[in-house]
DNA sequence: CTGGTATTGAAAATCATTTTCAATTAGTAT
DNA sequence: ATACTAATTGAAAATGATTTTCAATACCAG
């Protein structure tokens, strides 16, 4: 996924290509890490000076609403966005320099099923997010 | 877990107990869902008229600290707190009536080396949590 | 009972987010 | 190209959640 194709995502979608949606673009985009709206401005801004912090969170929206961006969840805090896996992914966060990380193929339907057993839930989502040291956090 | 309990643990821990804090301990203790500082002081005031949001907040603090309390992170937000379970236990909630139930016996293990393995992190942490509909809300 | 100190609630301060609004601008139709 | 029009903008104000400040109160050890 590359900042054009959101920038065309956005498009199709009916909405315009501006300066100050395209700084936001690519700052999200190739970000590593989760950003809040406000570290999005600051970074965005060195792009597009005029930018505004209420157009980040108004593209910020955008953005989830079209699934390319997802919110992340943590003990400090639940205002970061990263850009968001293809398909159903999980997330894997550096609690050192927060760094993520992307994994698939959880097969959690046994447990599933075994907790809609034992509850009498019907279950139809779940969240699964794994913490720890990245590779390089690792060896430092 | 009573909240007896919990106001012993308060008490064991150096803290005083209040008509302000029983309060807010049996309201919180005895609700089978998340509660928000707001709605925890709704409830806790009848109860004790007197009580103060801020004092709301001092004491979910506390109790959160002692682990008597977790956090519940859910689309609409993440202010929300429910008594935490016992030991290593995850959340399973209904999407409808906002109704919690735990679970424990998540066996993670395999998962989690083999995204070690594969990402080269060392996983420390995980959180999982399921939505669903509990037994009342499915058969309505 | 008494005294020292933790705790209280109210008000103010802070921080995150949303709304309002007039000016600007993207993109379509000419 | 040009003009038009509705979407978009940033600033300021409003809102909502949480924290801090502070003087008055009340818990509880002695």
Redesign the interface.
């Known amino acids: 996924m590359t900042a054009e194709l959101w920038l065309t995502q956005l498009h199709e979608n009916g909405y315009r290509l501006t300066d100050a949606r395209r700084a936001v673009v690519e700052t999200v985009e190739k970000s590593t890490r989760a950003l809040t709206p406000v570290e999005v401005y600051d970074l965005a801004r060195r792009k597009y000076r005029a930018l505004g912090l209420v157009t980040v969170y108004r593209t910020l929206e955008k953005l989830e609403e079209l699934h390319l961006i997802q919110r992340v969840?943590q003990p400090q805090g639940?205002q970061a966005f990263i850009s968001a896996g293809q398909g159903h992914q999980h997330l894997?966060l550096?609690?050192n320099c927060g760094q993520v990380?992307f994994?698939d193929?959880?097969?959690l339907d046994a447990?599933?099923r075994?907790?809609?057993r034992?509850?009498?839930?019907?279950?139809?989502?779940?969240?699964?997010?794994?913490?720890?040291?990245?590779?390089d956090c690792?060896t430092q």
Chains 1, 2 share one sequence.
């Not at 034992?118 to 590779?135: N, P």
């Open positions: 969840h639940c894997l550096c609690k990380a994994f193929g959880d097969d447990l599933t075994a907790i809609a034992k509850s009498g839930y019907q279950i139809t989502e779940h969240w699964l997010q794994l913490f720890g040291l990245c590779a690792r």
